[in-house]
């Protein structure tokens, strides 16, 4: 009997093999521990910067994030602290043997976020800002490059080429949701982009829950969903105080419930034979 060939579908070259970017000699994003990113929206003030970073060592986290430069979309909105909020970050961060995340949003900002950071964040607004990439890529300072919320996977991809080709290669990819027709979620978190980004690219995958879905009640679950497609680590936004927090209050979580939700995603974790830390 005469069988029709099998048509198989494209299947995407997959390199399946993370490489971890090493951050010092003794923590990297990429390996067998799924790494958590965790801090304020913005450094407001120095108690609540430390508040943050007691709360994040605590639980045995190792990287403090927080903004000193921020994206707003309002010009009447909270613009960050500037060189003071990297100065404060910087403090509570040694303090408490913590590591840094923060954004740099200007191409002029870099020399000085680099001072202060052990990681580079660039943001969703900033994906496809060319002079930035290549600025952050002639460095060997580990990058966070977020996902444009309106960027497909590839451009996103297309956009850590711009840095790898000016020779960093520590790039980290953090899927932090896309804008659909969906208006009940502030973005749309796309768990398809964590596997896919990891499956096309050689680079560690994180995501935020935080902006993905803006709403503090939902962070949890997606923060679940983000390690099931396989993230190696979560940037998440907490607070000591989110009522009163000077941006992204509605998707902070407060800081006395940071125990609760890493003992939730070591649960997760331990079904892929990982850790969460
Ligand atoms: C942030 O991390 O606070 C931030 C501004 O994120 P995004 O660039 O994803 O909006
Ligand atoms: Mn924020």
Same mark, same amino acid.
């Given at each position: 009997?005469?069988?029709?060939?099998?048509?198989?579908?494209?299947?995407?070259?997959?390199?399946?093999?993370?490489?971890?970017?090493?951050?010092?000699?003794? +923590?990297?994003?990429?390996?067998?521990?799924? #790494?958590?990113?965790?801090?304020?929206?913005?450094?407001?003030?120095?108690?609540?910067?430390?508040?943050? &970073?007691?709360?994040?060592?605590?639980? =045995?986290?190792? #990287?403090?994030?927080?903004?000193?430069?921020?994206?707003?979309?309002?010009?009447?909105?909270?613009?960050?602290?500037?060189?003071?909020?990297?100065?404060?970050?910087?403090?509570?961060?040694?303090?408490?043997?913590?590591?840094?995340?923060?954004?740099?949003?200007?191409?002029?900002? #870099?020399?000085?976020?680099?001072?202060?950071?052990?990681?580079?964040?660039?943001?969703?607004?900033?994906?496809?800002?060319?002079?930035?990439?290549?600025?952050?890529?002639?460095?060997?300072?580990?990058?966070?490059?977020?996902?444009?919320?309106?960027?497909?996977?590839?451009?996103?991809?297309?956009?850590?080429?711009?840095?790898?080709?000016? =020779?960093?290669?520590?790039?980290?990819?953090?899927?932090?949701?896309?804008?659909? +027709?969906?208006?009940?979620?502030?973005?749309?978190?796309?768990?398809?982009?964590?596997?896919?980004?990891?499956?096309?690219?050689?680079?560690?995958?994180?995501?935020?829950?935080?902006? &993905?879905?803006?709403?503090?009640?939902?962070?949890?679950?997606?923060?679940?969903?983000?390690?099931?497609?396989?993230?190696?680590?979560?940037?998440?936004?907490?607070?000591?105080?989110?009522?009163?927090?000077?941006?992204?209050?509605?998707?902070?979580?407060?800081?006395?419930?940071?125990?609760?939700?890493?003992?939730?995603?070591?649960?997760?974790?331990?079904?892929?034979?990982?850790?969460?830390?």
């Amino acid at each position: 009997m005469n069988r029709l060939p099998k048509i198989q579908p494209p299947q995407p070259q997959s390199t399946d093999a993370t490489k971890p970017v090493h951050i010092t000699s003794d +923590f990297a994003v990429g390996s067998s521990d799924v #790494v958590l990113m965790a801090g304020p929206c913005s450094v407001e003030n120095y108690a609540q910067t430390r508040a943050a &970073a007691e709360a994040v060592a605590r639980v =045995g986290g190792r #990287v403090l994030r927080g903004g000193a430069f921020k994206p707003r979309t309002s010009p009447d909105s909270f613009q960050g602290l500037g060189e003071q909020g990297l100065e404060i970050l910087r403090d509570v961060a040694d303090e408490f043997g913590l590591l840094v995340i923060t954004e740099a949003l200007a191409v002029e900002h #870099v020399p000085l976020v680099a001072r202060y950071a052990d990681i580079i964040q660039l943001g969703s607004r900033n994906m496809q800002h060319y002079p930035l990439l290549w600025a952050v890529g002639e460095l060997e300072k580990p990058v966070l490059l977020k996902r444009g919320f309106m960027s497909t996977i590839d451009e996103w991809l297309k956009a850590a080429e711009h840095i790898s080709s000016r =020779g960093n290669t520590n790039i980290i990819l953090c899927e932090r949701g896309i804008r659909t +027709f969906e208006t009940a979620t502030r973005n749309t978190l796309d768990t398809n982009a964590i596997a896919l980004a990891k499956q096309l690219s050689p680079y560690p995958v994180i995501a935020d829950p935080s902006h &993905a879905t803006g709403r503090a009640a939902l962070v949890l679950p997606a923060a679940r969903a983000a390690l099931a497609a396989g993230a190696d680590g979560l940037l998440v936004e907490f607070h000591p105080d989110p009522a009163h927090a000077l941006s992204d209050g509605q998707q902070s979580l407060p800081l006395s419930t940071l125990p609760h939700f890493v003992e939730e995603m070591g649960k997760i974790t331990a079904v892929f034979n990982r850790t969460f830390t």
